[in-house]
């Protein structure tokens, strides 16, 4: 019913920006809660931010001060801003958003394909 579009990813040189985005499309829906994850190679997938339909954030605190979080003014699109990238930083990053579609009766998790985010120099 629903689908998340991710588009942003590449590879930077480290102290360099990069501006992720997540768009939600199909059905008629309600967006709860949109996040980022993030999982390394040998590592845990870990959240990275995420944002409430009113617009409250948490982010781990191993991005706090470089990356942000943020909604579009329909609230179907979520962006990661990433400033300041460190080589730790590089991951598959996956777009997460609790959405429940307009008929139905409950809110199910939906996530989107993953984009690579590489950090080198």
């Known amino acids: 019913q629903v689908q998340l579009v991710e588009s942003g990813g590449g590879l930077v040189q480290p102290g360099e920006s990069l501006r992720l985005s997540c768009a939600a499309s199909g059905s008629r829906f309600s967006i709860n809660v949109m996040g980022w994850y993030r999982q390394a190679p040998g590592k845990q997938r870990e959240l990275v931010a995420r944002?409430?339909?009113?617009?409250?954030?948490n982010y781990a605190e191993s991005v706090k001060g470089r990356f942000t979080i943020s909604r579009d003014n329909a609230k179907n699109t979520v962006f990661l801003q990433m400033n300041s990238l460190k080589p730790e930083d590089t991951a598959v990053y996956y777009c997460n958003a609790v959405i429940n579609v307009f008929g139905t009766y409950q809110y199910d998790d939906y996530w989107g394909q993953g984009t690579q985010v590489t950090v080198s120099s």
């Open positions: 944002i409430t339909s009113t617009g409250t954030t």
